[in-house]
């Protein structure tokens, strides 16, 4: 009886398995493959390594030349947004969770900066475009009352400032996330470890260290991960309001993606640097789940 039941749990558990296996070769084993395939074969033909080499050899990948101005190639400024981005949403929501737990009016203030997270690109790209526009934006206008002539102009239109206005809405969009996460870990710490660290003569940063961090360690790694992925595969904010320009300053690895695709029509070169997000993403991926199973 006991091996008749054994069968029955296991064919049940085969066949609910089933369909979820089918999806996942689906929609992500057989795409990566076929990318795979595209990028070392063209026209059937085996090209080996020689597009991956063409894209991280191009001038439109990595371009310093006119350094300290823009461009720098899609790679590297995407490196930049990540630079200036990830430390103001990881630490900036840290702070706003920690100052805001406990205070009268801490769940409004945090609703309000979720908002930007809300928000749909389209209607944060629309107020990008209003808020950086000369004549019209209170940026260029704050800028001017200080005499700072060079950043009273309209930035998206300008190669050396467009990027930063667009990292400026990022964080604005997505610091709302971090807020939030950061806000629940610290109310899940239980409020007897601060008691008895102030019975203990603990002031705010020995609390801040020796308290906080070690209990939202898992919950930073994963806030940090998510935000680092989100940052990669960033294309919507861009793609509505400069589209890569001006002058490929505001270009990134997926839009160019979407550019080797759909504009020059080019599904090898497309495939190859799908591929290359794929490895740059996979080790975070791996340290994502190992942080989850952790805490867990």
């Known amino acids: 009886m006991r091996t008749k039941k054994k069968e029955k749990i296991n064919l049940l558990y085969i066949f609910s398995i089933i369909p979820l296996l089918f999806f996942i070769v689906i929609l992500y084993i057989y795409p990566i493959i076929m990318n795979l395939y595209l990028s070392v074969y063209s026209d059937r033909t085996f090209m080996g390594l020689q597009n991956y080499l063409r894209i991280l050899a191009s001038k439109e990948a990595i371009y310093l030349l ?39 009016g801490g769940m409004v203030v945090r609703a309000i900066i979720y908002t930007g997270m809300l928000m749909p690109i389209a209607i944060v790209g629309l107020t990008t475009n209003i808020l950086f ?3 019209i934006g209170a940026l260029p206008a704050i800028f001017d009352f200080l005499g700072m002539k060079e950043l009273a102009s309209t930035w998206l239109t300008q190669p050396d400032l467009a ?30 470890y601060y ?30 991960i998510v935000t680092l992925t989100w940052e990669i595969k960033l294309f919507d904010l861009i793609y509505i309001t400069t589209r890569g320009g001006p002058n490929n300053t ?47």
Request: with cysteine; proline share 5%; net charge positive.
């Open 66 to 104: 006119n350094f300290p101005h823009l461009p720098y190639g899609y790679f590297l400024q995407n490196l930049l947004w990540i630079l200036i981005h990830l430390p103001i949403t990881i630490f900036g929501g840290y702070i706003i969770a920690y100052i805001t737990r406990g205070i009268k």
């Open 250 to 296: 505001t270009n990134i690895p997926t839009l160019q993606i979407y550019l080797y695709l759909f504009k020059y029509f080019n599904q090898d070169m497309a495939a190859t640097l799908s591929i290359i997000l794929i490895l740059l993403m996979l080790p975070f991926a791996i340290i994502l789940t190992k942080a989850r199973w952790g805490r867990s």
């Open 195 to 224: 008691d008895a660290a102030e019975v203990d003569g603990a002031g705010p940063l020995s609390k801040m260290f020796r308290i906080i961090f070690p209990m939202v360690k898992n919950v930073t790694i994963v806030t940090f």
């Open 163 to 192: 990027i930063f206005a667009l990292i400026i809405m990022s964080i604005w969009s997505w610091i709302g996330f971090c807020v939030v996460t950061f806000s629940a870990a610290l109310e899940a710490i239980p409020k007897d």
């Open 133 to 135: 526009q000369k004549g």
